[in-house]
């Protein structure tokens, strides 16, 4: 891997604009190229000369091109430069849920942060990928409460490379179990800092042991969270598309599950009526002048 100290200042046509960070199996950066930053991983050389690591490498940032979710950083680029892989994501907020758990939240914020990472995993396991990494610390949170996942599939590239591979259902159970794991951390946070429902820590631990069992997937994880929130909030949820107010931690759930639709437009009346069809006319006309020429030969 490039050392600390010859770390290039580009890599292809972006522009290191961070100290590096070497990790024992990649070194991350911030890198900008036209005005757009992002987060920049290079794997490190014993990790990429696998060819395991280069067709999964390969296979996954072309399904990843293709996914565009809330919650999932975009690639906005990849390749290989200097015989090292590399790849780019959309830059993610600094501040991780690692540091939010921490901090004084209403627990309908903290339960939405959860339904947003469940959603995204689930978008991942459509798309045939799994993030392999789901740890607190790399799930970044903005100032609005908004989630991203940072580098999924990341870890899943470096395992195959070391010949660790899973298969894909056992990818997606060890996925969930750390989701499952997210879900005690967010329970023990409702709990300790602050007054909450103790129905709703309990609901969330439930959950969490129903994802190890493995009678859970992501999106039951989604429609459970979704009606915690609903019966919590009974008929006074507001549904509002911005978090000034007091009822702002409900806007992801409320964007998903209750999109607006364009209302139906109603035809005017007379578009409907049944007309007679266009042989009954003549056919009565000529049944009348038969019957005249009847009574007419009595």
Same mark, same amino acid.
């Given at each position: 891997m490039l050392s600390e100290g010859e770390f290039p200042t580009a890599i292809a046509d972006w522009q290191v604009t961070t100290s590096a960070e070497h990790g024992e199996h990649w070194t991350t950066c911030v890198v900008e190229r036209k005005g757009v930053s992002g987060d920049l991983t290079v794997f490190a050389r014993g990790v990429t000369d696998s060819?395991?690591?280069r067709a999964a490498f390969r296979r996954d940032v072309a399904l990843l091109s293709g996914i565009d979710h809330p919650h999932l950083p975009r690639l906005m680029d990849h390749g290989e430069f200097a015989g090292q892989f590399f790849c780019v994501f959309a830059q993610a907020p600094i501040t991780r849920l690692s540091a939010m758990?921490?901090?004084?939240h209403a627990f309908d914020e903290r339960v939405d942060v959860i339904w947003q990472i469940a959603s995204a995993i689930q978008q991942l396991h459509n798309a045939g990928l799994t993030h392999a990494? =789901? %740890?607190?610390?790399?799930?970044?949170?903005?100032?609005?409460?908004? &989630?991203?996942?940072? #580098?999924?599939?990341?870890?899943?590239?470096?395992?195959t490379g070391k010949s660790s591979e899973q298969t894909f259902p056992q990818r997606i159970?060890?996925?969930?179990?750390? =989701? %499952?794991?997210?879900?005690?951390?967010?329970?023990?946070?409702?709990? &300790?800092?602050?007054? #909450?429902p103790q129905e709703v820590s309990t609901a969330l631990s439930t959950m969490a042991t129903e994802l190890r069992q493995g009678r859970m997937i992501a999106r039951d994880v989604q429609g459970r969270l979704g009606d915690l929130l609903l019966k919590q909030s009974g008929d006074g949820m507001e549904m509002i598309d911005d978090r000034t107010g007091q009822y702002l931690s409900r806007r992801s759930i409320v964007d998903e599950l209750f999109e607006e639709t364009e209302p139906q437009s109603v035809q005017p009346a007379e578009e409907h009526q049944t007309s007679l069809p266009r042989w009954i006319i003549p056919l009565l006309v000529t049944i009348t002048l038969l019957l005249i020429a009847w009574f007419a030969t009595r």
């Open positions: 060819e395991a690591f758990l921490n901090e004084p990494r =789901l %740890a607190a610390e790399n799930i970044a949170v903005s100032d609005q409460l908004r &989630t991203t996942l940072i #580098a999924p599939c990341r870890s899943d590239w470096v395992a159970k060890c996925d969930l179990n750390e =989701l %499952a794991d997210l879900l005690d951390l967010t329970a023990e946070a409702i709990v &300790t800092p602050e007054p #909450a």
